[in-house]
């Protein structure tokens, strides 16, 4: 046992755990969604942004461990393809999770406001704008592709970078999918 394999394991463990918040974050937009009051509305809109926090550790976790182990391994990190990948994704996922904090920020202070006014009138119906409901998937089109750039190592910035790019659009596709227009929400 060395603390190149012990790092390799965080790095790892700290996917799992990105992975883990995901799936609670998903939860949590669709319990919001489906709340009938405004007080479940800000007990799962809390959820959703106090689960979210950890998404800006593992970013840190992952940077902080992906560079020990290139400092190990000796690989010379802007020019080799994964690795700029792998920064390229950190930095986009950092970004959208900015901006995805500030519009949940906004969102907490207006169901607060509603609530203590009255609890327990109904929630309101709420439609994100179309980036915010298109961020989730298209983070997560962005992870999955950095982790097949670190799992398959192209050497070349332009490829590694087009796999990035791939998973953006894709992400983007399946958020479109998803996605029903205005109209349909209107009378469901």
Known sequence: MDIYHITLFVHIMTLVVAAAVTAITKLAVA????????AEVLD??????????????CLVVFVVSGAY???????????????????????LLLVSGIYLA???KAL???????AKQNPNQPA?????????AALPMINTGIALSVAF???????????????????????????LRHA???????EA
Do not use: C
């Open 31 to 38: 319990r919001r969604a489906r709340a009938r009051t405004v």
């Open 44 to 57: 799962w809109h809390n959820v959703l942004t106090s689960t979210a926090k950890l998404f800006p550790v």
């Open 69 to 91: 182990m290139m400092s190990v391994t000796h690989i010379a990190p802007w020019s080799t393809g994964f690795i700029v990948a792998g920064l390229a994704g950190v930095g």
């Open 102 to 104: 500030l519009k949940g």
């Open 108 to 114: 907490g202070q207006v169901l607060e406001a509603m």
């Open 124 to 132: 309101p119906r709420l439609v994100p704008p179309r980036l915010v």
């Open 149 to 175: 750039d670190m799992v398959t190592k192209p050497d070349s910035v332009g490829v590694a970078l087009a796999i990035v790019a791939l998973g953006i659009l894709l992400g983007a596709a399946g958020s």
């Open 180 to 186: 029903a227009p205005a109209s349909e929400k209107a």
